[in-house]
């Protein structure tokens, strides 16, 4: 279950705050808008609605994963192959990382999707 700080009272409220920001520095006006964050998919959903209020073009906009939580996500997959040893799940990890520090998502995401359709 995912946690909300408490104070903020819940996610609308959380980009309710960055939809005033975002107003105030007139957003659609930047050149490239990058969004950071984790593989959410509650963030990714208010994210896009934030993008079409906004009129921003796709040209403008990119989304990232945080390094963080994509190999936490990396650990996830590893998990589904419930016919690995914890040492094969290990080492596929370890490879996985290795290529996204070296910038190989889509071999990445290939492996992915492979690895999951096995």
């Known amino acids: 279950m995912p946690f909300i700080e408490g104070t903020m009272k819940g996610p609308d409220a959380i980009f309710g705050l960055i939809k005033f920001y975002l107003s105030r520095l007139n957003i659609a006006k930047a050149d490239k808008i990058l969004f ?29 994963l945080d390094f963080y939580h994509a190999v ?5 997959v590893a998990d589904l192959r419930k016919g690995w040893k914890a040492a094969e799940r ?3 990890i370890k490879k996985h990382r290795r290529l996204l520090l070296r910038g190989k998502v889509k071999e990445v995401i290939s492996s992915i999707l492979s690895t999951l359709s096995r």
Do not use: M
């Not at 964050?37 to 990232?64: C, M, T």
């Open 72 to 76: 936490e996500h990396l650990a996830k």
């Open 36 to 64: 950071v964050a984790d593989g959410a998919r509650w963030i990714w959903n208010h994210v896009s609605a934030l993008v079409k209020e906004f009129g921003i073009a796709p040209q403008q906009f990119y989304s990232l």
């Open 90 to 92: 290990k080492n596929w």
